[in-house]
């Protein structure tokens, strides 16, 4: 009678380790094909009850597992599947056998702990191959074992020499537009630049002083380049003249009469009235916009 229950219990027993070895399923990205130096990627998944916990110490730690195998990575992930947690392990080797036929090698087994419980997931094998035959096939001849010279590739030469030349003659263009803004040869002997000049100026003592000391010294030098310009001593009446000679700066009208007027009173009315109604920044704007004229032609 006693030999009953102790049966009973044998394959209760014997029932649930054989469930616990099912909760346990291996995934490999592929079981052969795998050469020196490839990663090899599994999954692990095991099903457990919701209350049992994955013991981290229990993972198997990255590092070598042989003479030619390393973990690399190991990953973690846990998914609620109905009343239960699936736990995936995501485990990356490195293969370092330098096979020289086709053949398994053995990744090897490791304890999980969930809760109170050991998991032991099994070895499994994956196929390696060589990265080259030994001995090639037999031939007959020898001339055989040599393989056919590759063709030659001609290239095709008429796109390049297009774009070739297409972009030969636009650094020419680019060279005489920089030469000729520089004056170098053959453009030395280009009208000279007046109001270049004289915005440079300018702007030069703008910076060194206050405005008070240099706006009557900005009002001669400017006088001087019109006049310069002009071929002769350029007054308010003769600007109409002096615009219809040079209409590049035509359209400067209005700010050629508030110049001279401004020079009138700066020179010729109450000492510092020209301050307030004609500032340096105005002076050296009317400037700048005679130059940008004269660059252009």
């Not at 049966?7 to 399923?25: E, G, M, N, P, S």
């Not at 490195?94 to 086709?102: K, M, P, S, T």
């Not at 972009?167 to 020419?172: K, T």
């Amino acid at each position: 009678m006693r030999i009953a229950p102790l049966f009973i219990v044998a394959l209760f027993w014997a029932t649930c380790a054989q469930a616990a070895d099912q909760r346990v399923k291996i995934h490999s990205a592929r079981p052969f094909g795998y050469f020196v130096g490839d990663l090899i990627h599994a999954r692990i998944e095991i099903m457990s009850s919701a209350d049992a916990k994955l013991s981290a110490s229990s993972l198997p730690r990255p590092g070598p597992l042989g003479v030619s195998l390393d973990l690399k990575d190991v990953g973690v992930h846990a998914t609620t599947v109905g009343a239960d947690t699936r736990w995936d392990i995501d485990l990356v080797y490195q293969n370092f056998y330098v096979a020289l036929d086709v053949r398994n090698i053995d990744i090897p087994a490791f304890d999980l702990r969930l809760g109170e419980e050991t998991i032991s997931v099994p070895a499994w094998r994956v196929g390696v191959a060589p990265l080259r035959e030994i001995a090639p096939e037999k031939q007959e001849r020898s001339e055989d074992y040599l393989r056919p010279d590759a063709p030659a590739v001609y290239a095709e030469e008429t796109e390049p020499k297009r774009l070739a030349l297409a972009f030969a003659a636009l650094s020419l263009l680019s060279l005489t537009a920089v030469a000729r803004n520089r004056a170098w040869p053959p453009f030395q002997k280009r009208p000279a630049r007046i109001f270049s000049a004289v915005a440079r100026k300018l702007a030069a003592q703008t910076r060194a002083a206050s405005e008070a000391t240099v706006l009557p010294l900005a009002f001669q030098s400017l006088h001087r380049a019109i006049d310069l310009a002009n071929g002769a001593s350029l007054l308010a009446e003769d600007v109409p003249g002096f615009l219809a000679r040079r209409p590049e700066f035509a359209s400067l009208k209005p700010a050629f009469d508030r110049f001279f007027l401004a020079s009138r009173r700066a020179f010729f009315s109450r000492e510092g009235d020209h301050v307030a109604d004609y500032t340096l920044g105005e002076l050296l704007d009317f400037a700048q916009a005679l130059a940008r004229r004269e660059r252009a032609q």
